[in-house]
């Protein structure tokens, strides 16, 4: 008998069949971006083309935040700063809508996706967003 994947390695795997998508981040974005004048305002002299970079470093990232890995928690730590009040000032009820943006468009680029992926991403990414929210 097979041991079952750790979220890890479900969010990981997943992840990665998000990402050889090339249209995966920039739905996410265009989603996102739509869910409020507030967040639209926010990202109006947005770099995509860093920002996608960015955002799939900070899949990879979070997984390993998680589970305690420290250049993840260091990098992590370095963004929820760049994030905080006296930086970006992303305001913690933003964050909501980050998540359920992403988790909705992973649900359409994974064609694995089930209870146990999405649960996976709810886990790993709702760990990241409570850190930075804490931090701001």
Wanted: hydrophobic share 40%.
């Amino acid at each position: 008998m097979m041991d079952e994947p750790t979220p890890k390695e479900l969010f990981l795997k997943s992840t990665e069949r998000c990402l050889a998508n090339e249209a995966f981040i920039p739905a996410f974005y265009d989603r996102f971006i739509n869910t409020s004048d507030e967040i639209r305002r926010k990202f109006r002299f947005t770099d995509f083309e860093k920002q996608n970079k960015m955002l799939r470093r900070s899949l990879e990232l979070c997984a390993g935040a998680t589970t305690g890995e420290a250049d993840s928690l260091a990098e992590m730590n370095m963004r929820a700063k760049t994030h905080d009040r006296d930086h970006l000032n992303i305001a913690p009820r933003l964050y909501d809508l980050w998540f359920e943006s992403i988790i909705t468009t992973a649900s359409e680029f994974d064609d694995q996706w089930d209870d146990k992926i999405e649960a996976a991403w709810r886990r790993i990414l709702g760990h990241v967003v409570q850190h930075m929210i804490r931090k701001y």
